[in-house]
């Protein structure tokens, strides 16, 4: 009784594990895009959670610089890829800005009593922040990287990036705008793909001086006595 009740055990395991493979397996194939709700309404509804993702995307992957990125304007929205942790890409809709052509993709950030981020797509470029940015059938690979200066982001936004409430009487902030810049990420620049320089600033880094072979970075030195 105990062997046959152990062999359907691992029969249903078996059976549900592979319906889980062929279900990431089509989601592979079929790579369908997020809903495309515009942001006004997901916030005017709260929407947020019930706005469908998606996973992996399909396009052409673009790997030559793009020396102009104006064409982004006439779409009203992107499509962002980002990396779970959990090995399955986590696809939303975004807004995609451009401003002196750089990428700029902004996150409205409402819930402020839960910190930073607050969604999910968010939280896995704080992790991770390597992206796919498909714009019509193409996919650009692309790097995020948070504006941290205020007066940076609202001179790019045109006002102020933090959100404001009166209720009651008392003046509340209740959301930010973020912006994260978005820098193309496998292109060829000048013959070879663009890489740091300089490793020394790491943590038992090497460096490179400039004519020859990596060299040790020095090791910190303990403080003089007082």
Do not use: C
Not at 103 to 125: C, H
Not at 151 to 173: I, K
């Amino acid at each position: 009784m105990g062997t046959g009740a152990g062999r359907l055990v691992k029969r249903g395991a078996l059976a549900v594990l592979a319906v889980v493979v062929v279900a990431l397996v089509i989601l592979r194939i079929a790579a369908p895009e997020p809903a495309n709700v515009s942001g006004r309404v997901v916030v005017e509804h709260g929407l947020n959670i019930f706005v469908r993702p998606a996973f992996w995307q399909r396009g052409e992957v673009v790997t030559t610089p793009v020396r102009d990125w104006s064409f982004l304007k006439k779409f009203s929205s992107v499509v962002l890829e980002t990396r779970s942790p959990w090995f399955i890409p986590h696809s939303v809709r975004v807004g995609a800005r451009v401003f002196d052509n750089k990428v700029y993709i902004p996150s409205a950030q409402y819930r402020m009593e839960k910190g930073f981020p607050d969604r999910l797509w968010t939280s896995n470029v704080w992790r991770d922040p390597r992206v796919r940015m498909k714009a019509g059938d193409k996919i650009y690979e692309m790097t995020l990287v948070l504006v941290t200066d205020k007066a940076e982001a609202e001179a790019l936004w045109g006002r102020n990036m933090e959100y404001w409430t009166d209720e009651g009487g008392q003046e509340r902030l209740v959301g930010y705008q973020h912006l994260y810049r978005a820098f193309q990420s496998n292109v060829v620049e000048n013959g070879e793909f663009t890489k740091p320089r300089d490793f020394s600033g790491l943590p038992g880094a090497r460096r490179r001086p400039a004519g020859g072979t990596d060299v040790a970075a020095p090791a910190p030195q303990p403080a003089p006595a007082p």
